[in-house]
């Protein structure tokens, strides 16, 4: 019998199969056919400690039995007090207002609306988003909006909303677009800049500098346009540091996060603001209170989760682990460069990337699904985009998962393409 379930980014009429899992551990997916398979995209970039981590099922648990949901409007719990406390506490000043919502999707949502609506406040006419070429923002209309266009969101392009794009800092193209930056921002009816910091994923693993960042905030700031940074990937150690800002030096006026919030364990985002843009929304009038709520919102589970996953940041080791593996995906990446096939090397922090050299390109050429069919058989979960391989493990994964995974690329890369 074929399964009534219509799953994501999947073509079903390729009729490709659908591993089914019964079980994680650490770095590691167990499915009912009995095979290890190992998982080297943290499950599309949210598992950063590990799968099933104790502490964090711990407090999953507990909570579960105290309080499963509240209205959160008007409505507290002490989870998500100790959250944004603790949030406020961790995440660079003066980030000090913490809006809860339930994924990525959402918290870019209420950052533009934040955004939109903090000049609506002021009575400013500030109404257009500038964003960086190859980003992505999420899969909501408004995420679309701000990323990149193309086969993904093609049919829904007509009521997607306009916004300017602003060309991707490549090497030796920087001061292109620092230019475009300054030309857009000093025309004066734009509301914000979104930026993926250092690493714009799904467009394709592309890194830019942290001068080109710092010089993007400073742009900005000096034009009075909201810096809207979307760490809902890059956050939680990814990049080798809690935030991407921090390696430029910057503070954003909005900072989503979400995906390594509760350590990949249940879905919650926040969205962090400046008083700036909370004093805009501050009144006697309900007019301008924020208007943005989802039922799920601050869920008392997930942010007991994301309690966890702070208290393991502050007692566990993390930061060894991430530079542990940061140096151990150096030394595979070193080794897979030499491989005739692979070509654009790069890396920052825990993630690796680079491009398998195939005759056809683009996400929607047949090479990706088919070095992902060539991974899966291998027992390592790797999805590529188009020809692009990258490996995004858990932080605790041990030196024979990763060099399994690092051989599987050399192998699938020796195989025909
Ligand atoms: C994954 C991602 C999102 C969307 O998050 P969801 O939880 O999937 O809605 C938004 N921005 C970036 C940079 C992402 O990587």
Known sequence: MTSPVWHPFHQHGLEE????VTHAEGAALYTADGRRVIDAISSWWVTTHGHCHPRIMAA???????????????WTHQPAEDLATELVRIMPRPLDHVFFSDSGS?????????????????GEERHRILVLEHSYHGDTIGGMSVGARGVFNRPYAPLLFDVETIPFPAEGAEQATLDALERACARGDAAAFIVEPLLLGAGGMLLYPARVLAEMRAICAVHGVLFIADEVMTAWGRTGTLLACEQAGIVPDILCLSKGLTGGSLPLAVTMATPEI????????????FFHSSSYTANPIACAAANANLAIWREEPVVDRIASLAERQTTGLARLAQHPRIANPRQLG????????????????EIGPALKAAFTSRDVLLRPLGNTV????????????????????AAVADGPL
């Open 60 to 74: 999953i648990r507990e909570q579960s039995e105290r309080l499963d949901q509240l209205i959160f409007a008007g």
């Open 278 to 289: 909370y004093a805009a929304h501050y009144s006697t009038d309900r007019a301008r209170q």
């Open 17 to 20: 199969p659908i591993p089914l």
């Open 106 to 122: 959402t918290s870019v949502e209420v950052a533009l609306k934040m955004a939109l609506g903090t000049f609506a406040h002021r």
């Open 350 to 365: 825990t993630v690796i990337a680079m491009d398998v050299l195939a005759d056809q390109h683009g996400y929607l050429s």
């Open 390 to 409: 990258y490996v995004m493990p858990p932080y605790c994964i041990n030196d024979a998962d990763l060099a399994q995974v690092h051989d599987a690329i």
